[in-house]
């Protein structure tokens, strides 16, 4: 069983950046890809970029390309999330998740997630 933890997550003013982390533990941990979803309240979880753990390919949601960048630690298990040029509407729960068969925009083909963090930008 893989386990998923993020944490970094927290309150920023409107153009400023928060670096939000997950750490994957449990057993050999060899993704095919890991993703970053974020939900707002009373929205659906949404996409916001996805890496292939082999390559480190990147996808990136239109709404946050150019502003987000995704990096991985592979010797760590690790993802990272740094997130620029914060707005308000990026306030959301952060959730984390690894897929072992898909590079996808889909949370139905991540089969691994982290319980959330939270990010909230202040106008």
């Known amino acids: 069983q893989v386990q998923l933890a993020e944490s970094g997550g927290g309150l920023a003013q409107a153009g400023g950046s928060l670096r939000v982390s997950c750490a994957a533990s449990?057993?050999?941990?060899?993704?095919?890809?890991m993703g970053w979803f974020r939900q707002a309240p009373g929205r659906e979880r949404e996409f916001v970029v996805a890496i292939k753990w082999g390559g480190g390919s990147t996808t990136y949601a239109n709404s946050v390309a150019g502003r987000f960048t995704i990096s991985r630690d592979s010797a760590k298990n690790t993802v990272y999330l740094q997130m620029n040029s914060l707005k308000p509407e990026d306030t959301a729960v952060y959730y984390c998740a690894a897929s072992s068969r898909f590079y996808s925009m889909y949370a139905e083909q991540y089969n691994y997630w982290g319980q959330g963090t939270q990010v909230t930008v202040s106008s």
């Open positions: 449990g057993r050999t941990f060899s993704p095919y890809a």
